[in-house]
């Protein structure tokens, strides 16, 4: 956590203060991770799995506000 930490504040000496703050959660009843599991498989046996959809999810977020430029134009993220 600390090394994160850290990340993040060189992030903010070299980019600035972040203008927008973004809180993204993982739901483990996503379909793209219900429909692998096998029957009688809960999400806490397959965390790799919720993991990788959850990246990918996040992932499209980013791109997604990148390209629209709601905000403002994006100058950095993590």
């Known amino acids: 956590m600390m ?4 990340d993040k504040m060189v992030i ?3 980019r ?3 203008d927008v703050f973004f809180t993204f959660t993982c739901n483990s009843n ?3 991770i ?3 599991l096998k029957p009688n498989q809960t999400t806490s046996n397959h965390l790799d799995l919720v993991v990788h959809v ?3 999810k996040v992932k499209a977020l980013f791109k997604g506000v990148a390209k629209i430029g709601c905000f403002a134009k994006v100058i950095g993220n993590i």
């Open 30 to 32: 996503w379909r793209e």
């Open 16 to 18: 600035g203060i972040p």
């Open 34 to 36: 219900i429909v692998e």
């Open 12 to 14: 903010v000496r070299s």
């Open 3 to 6: 090394q994160v930490y850290k």
């Open 54 to 56: 959850f990246q990918m």
